[in-house]
């Protein structure tokens, strides 16, 4: 069985991180969507609530899971007995960081590769910090990210 891990801060999923999961679909039995404690980052939702929406996104998608993490991702992916871990490259600068990790993980377990996914073409634009940019100035967001998450998305910036 081939198994990969997304990790990502998923604040909050857009349909470029579904379009990567369902793609991942084609290539592994078991994808793991990992969602990742980052110190730099201040996220919008709990991580809690990002697993609850990427479980309600992906529940007829055979084969994901989703969990919250908290600590060295190759220590979880060792745990989990993956195969890979899945990055999605949107741009030059995503890959410069993104190849420097993907090397610090091979040197600290060489048996599980990094495979790197650009995104369709549709959804190349898009990242979570963008949506949440649109959608806090009343900008329309429909088609940027699943239906439930977008009502989530606004009803979490109305509350605030």
């Known amino acids: 069985m081939k198994k990969a891990l997304y990790p990502g801060t998923f604040d ?17 039995d078991e994808l793991i969507v990992v969602v990742a404690h980052n110190p730099q980052k201040k996220p919008l939702f709990s991580m809690d609530e990002r697993v609850q929406m ?8 055979a084969g994901v899971k989703a969990l919250a993490f ?4 190759i ?3 060792k745990s989990r007995q993956v195969n890979a871990i899945i990055r999605g490259l949107r741009a030059v600068t995503d890959f410069e960081y993104e190849l420097q990790i993907a090397l610090i993980n091979r040197k600290l377990c060489p ?8 995104p369709s073409a549709k959804h190349a634009y898009l990242s979570s910090q963008v949506v949440k940019e649109v959608a806090s100035f009343g900008g329309c967001i429909k088609g940027f990210v699943p239906e439930i998450v977008e009502e989530r998305l606004l009803r ?4 605030d």
């Open 12 to 28: 909050p999923l857009t349909n470029g991180h579904l379009d990567l999961i369902k793609r991942s679909l084609s290539i592994f």
């Open 70 to 73: 908290n600590g060295l991702l």
């Open 54 to 61: 990427i479980e309600s996104v992906s529940k007829n998608l």
């Open 156 to 159: 979490k910036l109305r509350k």
């Open 111 to 118: 048996e599980i590769e990094t495979v790197f996914m650009a």
């Open 75 to 77: 220590e979880l992916a």
